[in-house]
Each structure stands twice: as structure tokens, then as C-alpha cells.
């Protein structure tokens, strides 16, 4: 099986095979994939308003100050 091909199934509570490092590497790499969507998103709305917009570089600071201000929030 491919480590992207993994459900949320095969996130189970560590038993005596697996470690807690094993069981949380799996469950970031879980909610790694959930996002993926979001990300391209986002990732697309980016380009796009940069491609569009006449001051490409006031573009870019908005844009890094607008996802810095939210990872500051979590």
C-alpha cells in the first residue's frame, strides 16, 4: 500500500507493535492529506489574484501578511 493510500482506518491507537511516534506520525500525515484540498485551494486563489493584479509585489505582501496573521492565531 502506498503511505498516501492509507484511510483513516489504519489510524489506530499504538498496541505493542507500534510506537506513539509510529501512531503520530500516522495521524499528522492523516490530517496532512485532509488538508490537501484546502491547500490547493488556496495555493490557486493565489495565482490567480497574482496574474490578475497590476501591483504583483503589493499582491505578494498581502498575501504573506494574511497567511502570517492566521498562523499566528493557532
Not at 493510500?5 to 489506530?12: G, I, N, R, T, V
Not at 498496541?15 to 491547500?39: A, V
Request: charged share 30%; with cysteine; aromatic share 12%.
Amino acid at each position: 500500500m502506498h503511505i498516501f493510500e492509507l484511510s483513516s482506518a489504519d489510524y489506530q491507537e499504538p498496541d505493542g507493535d507500534q510506537s506513539k511516534e509510529d501512531f503520530q506520525f500516522c495521524k499528522s500525515l492523516q490530517e496532512l492529506k485532509d488538508l490537501r484540498s484546502q491547500l490547493h485551494y488556496a495555493a490557486d486563489y493565489c495565482k490567480a489574484t497574482f496574474c490578475k493584479a497590476g501591483d504583483k509585489k503589493m499582491v505578494v505582501e498581502n498575501t504573506k501578511n494574511m497567511y502570517a496573521g492566521q498562523w499566528l492565531l493557532l
